[in-house]
T-cell receptor
Framework: KNEVEQSPQNLTAQEGEFITINCSYS?????LHWLQQHPGGGIVSLFM???GKKKHGRLIATINIQEKHSSLHITASHPRDSAVYIC????????????FGEGTQLTVNP | DAGVTQSPTHLIKTRGQHVTLRCSPI?????VSWYQQVLGQGPQFIFQ???????GRGNFPDRFSARQFPNYSSELNVNALLLGDSALYLC?????????????FGDGTRLSIL
């Protein structure tokens, strides 16, 4: 069992739909990261959170420390949101090392 | 300010050769981490360097080595290349080396082994 697991692996949505990607982790964390990777390969950091909820534009990230679970929500999805979304955990004893999930391939159709 | 820059962007090598990949962190960032991402999978941790010292090493063979220079740039070296080393190699930098720092990624070096 991977230390960080995501679901679903693939997600197809119609433009305007509300999207949720889930992340579960089995290790103690100091922070949970949500990242976006476009086909070219570069990774952009979306959120880093250790408790509660963060919002940036149409993106919302939540975390439940007790349940070791985090979600990334996209409201009013748009084709330009199509990308791979990855969650990653950082642990207090591991410096800046990130342990990644496998990623969720999101496709938003017009 | 420039982001994390990696060079080269693409590289083609043959089995048995060696390769050096380079990473320049964001100005002021002292921590650099290297990751390997095989197609269809999440990145896997290779090394972390902070203040020119190795702070962590992932489950990779000794063919993989790295170093960090006084200007905080870093090199990843891979010897005796195997077909399985074909991957996207990502570099990430942060201000400090602890676990509560946002990570900034470069665009990666895509390495193909023939």
């Amino acid at each position: 069992k991977n230390e960080v697991e995501q679901s679903p692996q693939n997600l197809t949505a119609q433009e305007g739909e509300f999207i949720t990607i889930n992340c579960s982790y089995s290790v103690g964390i100091s922070a949970l990261h949500w990242l976006q990777q476009h086909p070219g390969g570069g990774i952009v950091s979306l959120f880093m959170l250790s408790s509660g909820k963060k919002k940036h534009g149409r993106l919302i990230a939540t975390i439940n420390i007790q349940e070791k679970h985090s979600s990334l929500h996209i409201t009013a999805s748009h084709p330009r949101d199509s990308a791979v979304y990855i969650c990653a955990a950082s642990q207090e004893t591991s410096g800046s090392r990130l342990t990644f999930g496998e990623g969720t391939q999101l496709t938003v159709n017009p | 300010d420039a982001g994390v820059t990696q060079s080269p962007t693409h590289l083609i090598k043959t089995r048995g050769q060696h390769v050096t990949l380079r990473c320049s962190p964001i100005s002021g960032h002292k921590s650099v981490s290297w990751y390997q991402q095989v197609l269809g999978q999440g990145p896997q941790f290779i090394f972390q360097y902070y203040e020119k010292e190795e702070r962590g090493r992932g489950n990779f063979p000794d063919r993989f080595s790295a170093r960090q220079f006084p200007n905080y740039s870093s090199e990843l070296n891979v010897n005796a290349l195997l077909l399985g080393d074909s991957a996207l190699y990502l570099c990430a930098s942060s201000w400090e080396g602890n676990s509560n720092q946002p990570q900034h990624f470069g665009d990666g070096t895509r390495l193909s082994i023939l």
